[in-house]
C-alpha cells in the first residue's frame, strides 16, 4: 500500500546540509500497524511530513514515495490536496493542532465537507456518530478545543483524522503530553478505529509494544532495524535497539554511552557506532541492511559473507 | 527530614470565587533523610501542588511544613531565604526552567550571587566548572543560551542549578517525563549518584509507575488532592 525507496529529505541551513533523513526504505501492507520509533531528532517526523509532502521550502526532498502504486513525490498540489486527508490523513501531536476559535464537531466535518460535498446536515450528523463512537460524547461537538482535557483532545483529533475515511492514517506521537492511564485509553482508542491501514511515529515504546504489528527504528536519518513487535521487545537485533530497550525503566533503566551526534556532520560508516559496545573497525564503512528471516537490521554484526 | 502536616489548599476561581477545588485534602507526608519518596498520580491529583507547598512555593490555607524541627509556615521573608539554600525545585519542563535570554552560566550563576556563596568572581566560575562537568555537561555549554541545548542537556543544567546550593530536599516534578527514553535513564541514573554522594532526600513526582518501582524507597499513590495508597519496596 506504501512503499518508500531510498528517501531523502535533506535540509539547507545556514550551518550546512542537515541530513534528517537519509536513505530510508519501508514497506506498510495494507491493514498492517506499523510503528516508526526513534528518539527526538532521529527524523521520524520529518519522514512523515514527506510523505504527506508538508514540508518548508528549503526541503531537498529525493526517492519515491509509493501510494497505489502513485509517487506522492511527483505530483502536484492540486492532487496532493486531494489526497490529504480523503486518502491519507494526518493525526497530529495533540498540544496545539487544534484551532481555538473553531468549535471541535466543525474542525472535525471539515475534510468531509472539503472532499465529498455531502450537505451540512448529514455531515453533523455523521461527526455526531463519530463522537459517539469513540467515546467523547455525541453532545460535545459544539465545544472549543479549551474545554477538553488532554487525553480527549487526542480523540477529537483521531475523528478528525478518520471523518473522511481514510485509506492510511498517519499520527504523530498520539501519547506525548499524556499520562500513563491516559494512554492506554488511546491504546483502546486506535484498537476502536480497527484494521486500518496505520503508520504510528512515537517514542513511546510502551505504546508501541501494545499497539504496533511492526516496528521500525529510527536512529539519526536511517532505518536501523524492522521487526515483527513481538520479536523486537524478546529480541531486538541492532544495538541500538537494544541499548532503547535495556533504558526503559522495567529494563534496567540502562542509559546508552555517549549522545546523539550532530546530523550536520555524522559520522562516516554506521552512525550508531562511536555509542555502541561492538563496533569494531569495519563499522567505519556503511553498514548494508541485511535481512534475516524477514528481519531487516542496519549493522555488520550480522553480515555472514 | 521534611514533614508535611493536616495540609489543605483550595484554589478558587471564578468571579467571586464561586468555584473552588481542593488541590490538596488534608495530606500528612514525610520525607526523611537520604531517603526517595515517588508520589505517583494522574494528572489533576494534586501531586504537584503538594510538593510546591512543601517547598513552601506555595502557602498551604491549613496545615505546617516542619523540617528539620523548624515549622516553616510560622516564618518570614528573611529567615523563610534561610532555608531556600536547603530546599529546591527540578521542573517538568526544563525549556521553561531557565530565562530563555541568560546564558545557561548566568542561570547556574544566580543562587550563588543571591546567597553570596562565592567571594570572588574566580570562585564563582571555579565553582560552577566544578558542578556542570558532575552532571555531565562540558564548559562550552555555559556561553549557550537554552534553546541551544537538546532537552537533556537543559535538564542537566537545571539540575546543576538546583546543586548549587547543596540542597537537602529537592523535589523533581516529573524531571523526565518530556525527555526521550534513553536520557531518561541517564538523568535519572545522575539524580540517583547525586543522592548516594550528597545525602539529598527527594521527593519525586511522576505518572510513570514503572519508573517510580524502580527508584523510590516508598511510593505514595495520590487521587483528588488525597494520598490513598502508601507503598514501602525496601
Redesign the interface.
Known amino acids: 500500500m506504501l512503499e518508500i525507496e531510498d528517501l531523502k529529505v535533506y535540509f539547507r541551513t545556514n550551518a550546512g546540509k542537515v541530513k534528517a533523513v537519509d536513505g530510508v526504505s519501508f514497506e506498510v501492507k495494507r491493514g498492517e500497524r506499523f510503528t516508526l520509533i526513534g528518539?527526538?531528532?532521529s527524523g521520524k517526523s520529518v519522514l512523515a511530513q514527506a510523505i504527506l509532502r508538508l514540508l518548508p521550502k528549503n526541503a531537498e526532498v529525493s526517492g519515491k514515495v509509493l501510494f497505489d502504486g502513485r509517487n506522492l513525490i511527483e505530483l502536484g498540489e492540486e492532487d496532493m490536496r486531494k489526497i490529504r486527508g480523503r486518502e491519507i490523513a494526518w493525526i497530529p501531536q495533540s498540544q496545539s493542532s487544534l484551532n481555538p476559535v473553531l468549535t471541535v464537531g466543525f474542525q472535525c466535518a471539515e475534510p468531509v465537507i472539503e472532499h465529498f460535498r455531502m450537505d451540512r446536515r448529514s455531515v453533523f450528523a455523521k461527526v455526531v456518530r463519530l463522537f459517539e463512537f469513540l467515546g467523547i460524547g455525541g453532545n460535545r461537538v459544539e465545544n472549543y478545543p479549551h474545554q477538553f482535557s488532554?487525553g480527549m483532545r487526542q480523540r477529537v483529533l483521531v475523528a478528525m483524522g478518520i471523518s473522511a475515511d481514510p485509506k492510511l492514517i498517519i499520527a504523530d506521537e498520539p501519547t506525548k503530553g499524556l499520562?500513563?492511564?491516559?494512554r492506554s485509553q488511546i491504546v483502546e482508542l486506535f484498537e476502536k478505529v480497527g484494521d486500518k491501514t496505520m503508520l504510528i511515529i512515537t517514542?513511546d515504546?510502551n505504546f508501541a509494544e501494545n499497539l504496533a504489528d511492526k516496528i521500525a527504528v529510527m536512529y539519526c536519518g536511517k532505518i536501523v532495524e524492522v521487526s515483527p513487535t513481538k520479536e523486537f521487545f524478546s529480541e531486538p537485533l541492532h544495538p541500538y535497539s537494544r541499548?532503547?530497550l535495556d533504558?526503559?525503566?522495567?529494563r534496567g533503566?540502562?542509559?546508552?554511552k555517549g549522545?546523539?551526534p550532530s546530523m550536520i556532520n555524522p559520522p562516516k560508516g554506521c552512525r550508531f557506532r562511536d555509542r555502541c559496545e561492538f563496533a569494531s573497525e569495519r563499522c567505519k564503512s556503511e553498514p548494508p541492511l541485511i535481512n534475516l528471516n524477514g528481519r531487516f537490521v542496519r549493522c555488520w554484526l550480522y553480515d555472514r559473507r | 527530614m521534611i514533614e508535611g502536616k493536616k495540609i489543605r489548599k483550595v484554589f478558587k476561581s471564578g468571579i467571586f470565587g464561586g468555584k473552588t477545588v481542593v488541590a490538596v485534602d488534608n495530606v500528612d507526608i514525610t520525607v526523611y533523610d537520604g531517603e526517595t519518596v515517588a508520589l505517583v498520580g494522574?494528572?489533576g491529583s494534586g501531586k504537584s501542588t503538594l510538593g510546591r507547598i512543601l517547598l513552601m512555593l506555595i502557602k498551604p490555607d491549613e496545615g505546617r511544613v516542619i523540617f528539620d524541627g523548624v515549622d516553616l509556615t510560622k516564618l518570614k521573608g528573611r529567615e523563610l531565604r534561610r532555608f531556600r539554600t536547603k530546599m529546591q525545585l527540578i521542573p517538568q519542563n526544563p525549556e521553561e526552567a531557565l530565562d530563555p535570554r541568560w546564558r545557561i552560566y548566568d542561570s547556574i550563576a544566580e543562587p550563588i550571587r543571591i546567597h553570596k556563596l562565592a567571594g570572588s568572581r574566580n570562585e564563582e566560575e571555579e565553582l560552577i566548572l566544578e558542578l556542570i562537568r558532575a552532571v555531565g555537561l562540558k564548559e562550552e555549554h555555559l556561553n549557550r543560551y537554552p534553546h541551544e541545548l537538546?532537552?537533556?542537556e537543559l535538564q542537566r543544567a537545571v539540575i546543576a542549578r538546583a546543586l548549587t546550593l547543596n540542597p537537602k530536599f529537592i523535589v523533581c516534578d516529573e524531571p523526565t517525563s518530556m525527555l526521550?527514553?534513553?536520557?531518561?535513564?541517564?538523568i535519572?541514573?545522575l539524580l540517583v549518584e547525586f543522592q548516594k554522594r550528597l545525602g539529598i532526600s527527594y521527593l519525586f513526582i511522576t505518572?510513570?509507575?514503572?519508573?517510580a518501582?524502580?527508584?523510590a524507597d516508598r511510593i505514595l499513590v495520590m487521587r483528588n488532592g488525597k494520598i490513598v495508597d502508601e507503598r514501602s519496596l525496601h
Open positions: 528518539e527526538s531528532g488532554g499520562d500513563a492511564s491516559k517514542h515504546l541499548g532503547l533504558s526503559l525503566p522495567s533503566l540502562k542509559p546508552i549522545f546523539q | 494522574e494528572s537538546s532537552g537533556g526521550d527514553i534513553s536520557t531518561q535513564a541517564s535519572v541514573r505518572h510513570d509507575l514503572e519508573l518501582e524502580v527508584i
